[in-house]
């Protein structure tokens, strides 16, 4: 319980400032407002890096899920030798430091003399987000029977047509699931942007950048709530979908 | 021959060093029941996968209503597959699992609908349709997984075990219905089970197999009756084996000399050894008789003891210690009156006996 207070009081301040009527933040509250938030809609640098956050969170969520799609397929499937040594090798960016990550990627970025982008911020997040999509596919895949595949062939259809019609179906929780988790971890990444991203800035970069000015403060905070509140919508919505939706284990109970 | 529809021709199949399926060769002709029969690890299953296509023979040809299909893919076999577990899609209904094949059959909506309801009232669920496939019960997934193959109308439908899963008085009655089936459709059925009484009642013809080989394909009276080799006899119910040596063979009398049974006399059957070889004898346990009073003639008869007995409900097991033998033999007879018979007490003399057409020679192994 404590635990929990711990975890959550920092967070709720957030929104609770974002509220107040005041410059600063401090207590006592001064009063209600929603100045803060209507402030936003004017930022024209907030526009263009939430449309930056959005491109980035989208590709890359597509691109890790189908990636992670291939992995689970290859390693639930076809139960490759060492596939436990490949699992872990495509899991070390998740161990790796952001940091590093980060500057590793902008070394290799200079030398090969790629100009830092959003596409450098894509590639970066792409290498951070696949191991989460793998790893909820993967546990959506372990125990697909393979009997549906063939029952599916010996049906009439072909690989392609099989895995849209068995395949994709039965997964689609766990890829669901992989696109707003993946998305969410872009949306949300702050160190490996900063270093890749540019002139182009995110939308954790721009407030970053806020911070810098004391008058933005809270209206960046106002931002900051309601990236916590959709973010933790996502995230649940995404567990509640992995869950959800028809057992895949095949094993009927007689 | 125009009536084989599968022709297995010097079929091996093998998994890295491991043998699955050695040099098989099969016919199968059209319209008939036929099952593979084996211990589990014999093969059956591969062979069964050759068929479908979803093995491919490392050496040897398969050929499917004349037509060489080794190489075919499955998608393009005229066959189906019912499989273990039924593989009922989970996110389609009773119908779309059903209809799951025929996406590029031609038929209008309308026609497809009748197709299905007509599989429906075929495997007697009508009304099921809609049902999501986790609503289904084993014996109702098993159905399902029927009409999806049969609804494709292929020249051969494989069943890979599709009783296994089935409680025993429910697989009694599929058992039934799955023969009543097919005779109905009149689709050739290939049939893989490792349940001997099953396959016995099912099947117009059986191929035995034990580690990759076929060992003997038959009707399941001759394989019962007239078991050609010591692991069919033995595969299939309960056999008594005796060493025994060939004495004399003349207008169609086989006269042995057996260690433990003295002298003993077949009639009918073409001995499998020249006289003065040995072969080995055998004798289901239904076969014999047991009598209090030592018979008039020695020949066909041996002196015991009873040991234990087994009630069964409709019959009993008795197991009979004779002189110069470890293992008892079996003997089974049936329960006709209602009160268990307390004249088959442990430890009584008895004399078994059993008619000259009753036992069996076959060639020893070893």
Known sequence: ?254 | MSDVIISIKNVVKTFGKVVAVSNANLDVVKGEFFSLLGPSGCGKTTLLRMLAGFELPTEGSIEIDGQDVTLVPPNHRPVNMVFQNYAIFPHLNVASNIAFGMRKSGLSKQELAQRIDQMLELIKLPGYGERGASELSGGQRQRVALARALIKQPKVLLLDEPLGALDKKLREQMQIELRLLQQHVGITFVFVTHDQEEALTLSDRIAVMDQGDIIEVSTPTLLYEQPKSQFVADFIGTMNFFDCTLTDYSDDVASGQCAELGEIRVKGQQPVVQPGETFALAIRPEKFSISFADPASSVNTVEGRMGPSAYLGDRSHFYIHIKGRDNPISVALQNLSGVLDQKYSTDKTVWLSWSDDAAVMIRAEK
């Not at chain 1, 060492?82 to 980060?102: D, H, K």
């Not at chain 1, 800035?201 to 810098?212: A, D, N, Y």
Request: charged share 10%; glycine share 8%.
């Open chain 1, 1 to 254: 319980m404590l635990y929990l207070v711990f975890l959550y009081a920092p967070v709720a301040v957030l929104p609770l400032f974002s509220f107040n009527d005041s410059q600063y933040v401090t207590f006592p509250l001064l009063g209600f407002t929603l100045k803060w938030y209507a402030q936003l809609a004017d930022s024209q640098g907030l526009h263009s890096a939430l449309i930056n956050s959005l491109k980035v969170g989208v590709s890359v969520a597509v691109l890790s899920t189908v990636l992670g799609i291939f992995a689970a397929k290859a390693v639930t499937r076809y139960r490759m030798r060492r596939s436990g040594l490949l699992i872990g090798f495509i899991m070390v960016p998740l161990v790796i430091p952001e940091i590093i990550l980060g500057i590793s990627l902008l070394m290799t970025f200079s030398i090969s003399e790629v100009k830092l982008s959003l596409v450098t911020v894509g590639i970066g997040h792409l290498m951070l987000c696949t191991p989460f999509s793998m790893l909820v596919l993967i546990s959506r895949m372990e125990g697909f029977d393979q009997s549906y595949e063939e029952a599916s062939q010996d049906l009439g259809e072909n690989a392609w047509w099989t895995f849209w019609r068995v395949t994709f179906p039965i997964i689609l929780p766990g890829v669901v699931a992989s696109l707003l988790l993946t998305f969410t971890i872009s949306f949300d990444e702050f160190v490996l942007a900063f270093f890749l991203a540019g002139t182009d800035s995110t939308l954790p970069l721009h407030i970053w950048g806020q911070l810098r000015f004391p008058d933005k403060l809270p209206s960046t905070l106002a931002l900051g709530a309601i990236i916590v509140v959709l973010s933790t919508v996502v995230i649940f919505a995404a567990e509640l979908i992995r869950r959800s939706g028809v057992q895949v284990g095949g094993k009927s109970k007689v």
